[in-house]
């Protein structure tokens, strides 16, 4: 349905709010090609246009809906090999297929904010128009990136298990180890501070994102 004085063209035209999401490998030059093991890992990840190499030891990927930036943000977290710049705001439309392609607002922040996080807490920044609160979520990925720096191989096992689904029992008996000791590793791990953080992530991208106008429905 158009306004009364919009036509069909206009509508797809409008700008939509997006997160662009620009990563660069650190130290690049000395050490192996990470990028295309890092795609494959997040392909699973729904996005509005999937991750693809842009340039060198870079990649680029486009999301519309708040649920969608926990798991890439923890994946990306979790390899410890990233800076990681997340641009809120308006894409030019139709958006192009291909995520590298695209233009607008939310792009020129993802690059101020990729360049930014190399001297950044955790190699990670959040640019967007609204900066009270873009500055809420990054301050929330910096905490919860502090919670996951933590986590021993041993933690994300279990951390792993347990977003599968399972209790600490059942995953006691998958490793072979006590219930209590299941505990003491989630624990250590902060397996529920993770959990709170990414919600809090979530509903803090909502409010940029599921809520902006212009927003994607």
């Given at each position: 349905?158009?306004?009364?004085?919009?036509?069909?063209?206009?509508?797809?035209?409008?700008?939509v709010t997006v997160?662009?999401?620009t990563v660069?490998?650190?130290?690049?030059?000395?050490s192996?090609?990470?990028?295309?093991?890092?795609?494959?890992?997040?392909?699973?990840v729904?996005?509005l246009?999937p991750?693809?190499?842009?340039?060198?030891?870079e990649?680029?990927?486009?999301?519309?809906?708040?649920?969608d930036?926990?798991?890439?943000?923890e994946a990306?977290?979790?390899e410890d090999?990233?800076?990681i710049?997340?641009g809120l705001?308006?894409?030019?439309?139709?958006?192009?297929?291909?995520?590298?392609?695209g233009r607008g607002?939310?792009?020129?922040?993802?690059?101020?904010?990729?360049t930014?996080?190399?001297?950044?807490?955790?190699?990670?920044r959040?640019t967007g128009?609204?900066?009270?609160?873009?500055?809420?979520l990054?301050?929330?990925?910096?905490?919860?990136?502090?919670?996951?720096a933590?986590?021993?191989a041993?933690?994300w096992e279990?951390?792993?298990l347990?977003?599968?689904?399972l209790s600490?029992?059942?995953?006691?008996?998958?490793l072979?180890?006590?219930?209590?000791a299941?505990?003491?590793?989630?624990?250590?791990?902060g397996?529920?501070e993770?959990?709170?953080?990414?919600?809090?992530?979530?509903?803090?991208?909502?409010?940029?994102?599921?809520?902006a106008?212009?927003s994607t429905?």
């Amino acid at each position: 349905m158009y306004g009364p004085h919009q036509t069909e063209t206009e509508t797809e035209e409008a700008a939509v709010t997006v997160a662009v999401l620009t990563v660069d490998q650190r130290g690049s030059r000395t050490s192996d090609d990470r990028v295309p093991a890092t795609l494959e890992s997040l392909a699973r990840v729904a996005m509005l246009r999937p991750f693809e190499r842009t340039a060198g030891d870079e990649f680029q990927g486009v999301l519309a809906a708040a649920g969608d930036l926990p798991p890439v943000i923890e994946a990306l977290l979790r390899e410890d090999a990233w800076n990681i710049g997340i641009g809120l705001g308006d894409v030019e439309q139709p958006l192009p297929s291909h995520a590298r392609a695209g233009r607008g607002a939310a792009y020129l922040h993802a690059r101020e904010a990729v360049t930014t996080a190399k001297n950044s807490p955790w190699r990670l920044r959040v640019t967007g128009d609204d900066l009270p609160r873009v500055r809420a979520l990054e301050t929330a990925l910096w905490l919860w990136a502090a919670v996951l720096a933590r986590r021993t191989a041993r933690g994300w096992e279990v951390a792993d298990l347990v977003d599968e689904g399972l209790s600490y029992e059942e995953t006691g008996r998958r490793l072979g180890i006590s219930q209590s000791a299941v505990s003491q590793r989630a624990q250590a791990a902060g397996i529920v501070e993770g959990r709170r953080a990414r919600e809090l992530v979530t509903h803090l991208a909502a409010a940029l994102l599921d809520d902006a106008p212009g927003s994607t429905p």
